[in-house]
């Protein structure tokens, strides 16, 4: 059955937000002292998936463009545009042979321009990816480098002799399956790939390649771009003198022994990079968001830096890794990134991992459990980085047979690893022929949920999943106290519901969810955070039937959120 919700507190979003929202486009900060980041709501799309304009079964950049308006209506401030630069493809963009220019299955410069124009209009920023651990060997850099070893780009990837004929210079693995050095017969080295044999790695430690990269952001800052989402940024160095990692007992689902990446992967000299690409992102107003891959509060502090001087937004993988409903793990991770003195970052989904619907769905209650997950990570402090179609319930397409798989990772480790393909399947915009995606089969598959879970459909329902989101997201740039609050926590012993306060000033915002099957009867006393009434007006809520608005008799439904705001 699916679950109600409502909107408790009419808001008239469009007068109330756009003005300022228009306003603080061209500010460094606003009147809190807040950048602009920190108050957007991130949206991260794969280029290949997200709209086809020209009916070939690949998405592009005049498709983005012709889905602004849809993404302004929704909420969302700032696209993260998956790599489109020229690329063979191996890894479907995340190799690339020309940092400056764009791939034309994608379209062209010009169309990057009309959409960096469009975008603008829309108070939209545009983020693109930057693949900068690794470039394509068709690279002119890498072309040049493979042409002999006193060649002028020689230095700038990883070159070895091997330890011996036919064996590589160390033991390190690819994250792709097999060794992570490829022997080049041409010039009798080896090269080394963290990923791909197609994805070579660059060498950091040569300052003419930290140039040549810096110089590719200036060059895309020039066109329009607010910042970079880092790829792979915890590889960028090795061990110079190529010590063997430590095997660990075990095998990965690709096959390799398990092994502790002990020197090539979060070396110090990492931290000592990011802040010499802030400071060039600082001359531009703009931000860094990392990809950063940590397992505890103090490695996750680092890539802030000591002075909040490396990436503004490293992501906290801790977060979605708790990949159940969960309110004490959730408590724990939110309480982690509220200690380490920057600004939170908050995802539950991307390429690379499962769908969120998938991960915390039950099979029964998925859509209650998605609006769910955005009631708690849309009302957090700190900025929300969703992935298209989580806003629709999107679900995962996993291939049923290896020749349908697309994903390296997947071709290397069928069938114990399936890839990614399935978290990567077109958006949903209508439900005829292929979502309404392309007029021609599509590159990766439609599941078949998307007749009931797409755009057109969820907007003609109001008690559907992409109806919540716009009303969350409504409700996420109008109050004050869920953009500049304090973070809260509150009943912190109960297993089942998930509840903390955002208070800023004389103004609260209660937030409670039930993470159970069952319903849940809570009360609350928040006299300590200085609101003496025990009364609430609800704002939004799944909870049918509606909670009183007495904080000393709280029921919620199944899976229900509800949010309230509570004054002095």
Not at 164 to 186: C, E, R
């Amino acid at each position: 059955m699916r679950q109600n919700f409502r909107v408790l507190t009419l808001l008239a979003v469009s007068v109330c937000f756009a003005l300022p929202r228009a306003q603080a486009q061209g500010r460094a900060v606003d009147a809190e002292s807040h950048a602009w980041w920190q108050h957007a709501v991130f949206y991260e799309l794969y280029p290949r998936s997200f709209a086809d304009s020209n009916g070939d079964g690949i998405g592009d950049l005049k498709g983005i463009d012709s889905k602004l308006d849809y993404l302004k209506d929704l909420g969302v401030d700032a696209i993260w545009i998956s790599p489109c630069y020229p690329s063979p493809q191996v890894d479907f963009g995340y190799d690339v042979s020309d940092y400056e220019n764009i791939d034309p299955m994608y379209g062209s410069l010009k169309d990057f321009r009309h959409l960096a124009k469009d975008a603008k209009k829309h108070d939209i920023r545009i983020i693109m990816d930057f693949v900068l651990n690794h470039t394509s060997p068709q690279h002119k850099w890498f072309l040049d480098s493979a042409s002999s070893r006193t060649s002028r780009h020689r230095d700038w990837y990883i070159w070895r002799d091997g330890k011996a004929p036919g064996v590589p210079p160390n033991n390190w693995i690819s994250g792709f399956g097999g060794s992570a050095w490829q022997f080049d017969p041409k010039t009798g080295q080896y090269y080394y790939h963290f990923f791909a044999v197609g994805q070579p790695d660059l060498n950091w430690r040569n300052p003419a390649v930290e140039k040549a990269m810096f110089d590719v952001t200036r060059f895309w800052y020039k066109r329009g771009v607010s910042g970079f989402r880092l790829d792979a940024v915890d590889l960028l160095f090795e061990d110079p003198n190529l010590h063997d990692n430590p095997i660990l007992d075990g095998k990965n689902d690709l096959g390799d022994p398990n092994m502790e990446n002990k020197y090539n992967d979060k070396l110090p000299e990492v931290h000592t990079e990011l802040k010499k690409l802030r400071k060039v992102a600082d001359e531009h107003n703009a931000v860094l968001v990392g990809e950063t891959y940590t397992s505890n509060r103090e490695e996750l502090k680092e890539y802030y830096g000591d002075h909040n001087d490396e990436i503004q937004m490293p992501m906290d993988f801790m977060f979605c890794e708790v990949n159940k409903l969960s309110p004490p793990d959730f408590r724990t991770q939110i309480a982690n990134a509220e200690s380490t003195g920057g600004w939170p970052v908050y995802v539950i989904g991307n390429h690379d991992m499962t769908r969120s619907y998938n991960r915390y769905g039950d099979g029964q209650h998925n859509d209650q459990i998605a609006k769910l997950m955005a009631g708690m990570y849309l009302t957090l402090r700190g900025t929300p980085i969703m992935y298209y179609g989580e806003e629709l319930g999107m679900e995962n397409n996993d291939p049923t047979r290896k020749e349908d798989v697309k994903d390296p990772i997947g071709i290397a480790g069928w069938p114990n690893e399936k890839g990614r393909d399935g978290e990567r399947t077109p958006m949903q915009w209508n439900d005829s022929p292929n979502a309404g995606f392309s007029t021609a089969t599509p590159w990766l598959p439609v599941p078949a949920s998307y007749k009931t879970h797409n755009v057109a459909t969820e907007l003609q329902d109001p008690d559907s999943v992409l109806q919540f989101y716009r009303h969350l997201l409504a409700l996420r740039h109008h109050e004050p106290a869920l953009l500049e609050g304090d973070y809260i926590a509150l009943n912190q012993d109960n297993p089942n519901v998930l509840s903390y306060l955002r208070r800023y000033k004389n103004e609260g915002i209660l937030v409670v969810l039930n993470m159970s099957a069952t319903t849940q009867h809570v009360t609350f006393d928040i006299s300590a955070q200085g609101f003496a009434s025990v009364k609430a007006t609800a704002l939004l809520t799944t909870s049918v039937p509606a909670p009183s608005g007495q904080l000393d008799q709280v029921a919620l439904a199944p899976f229900s959120v509800y949010i309230a705001r509570v004054s002095q």
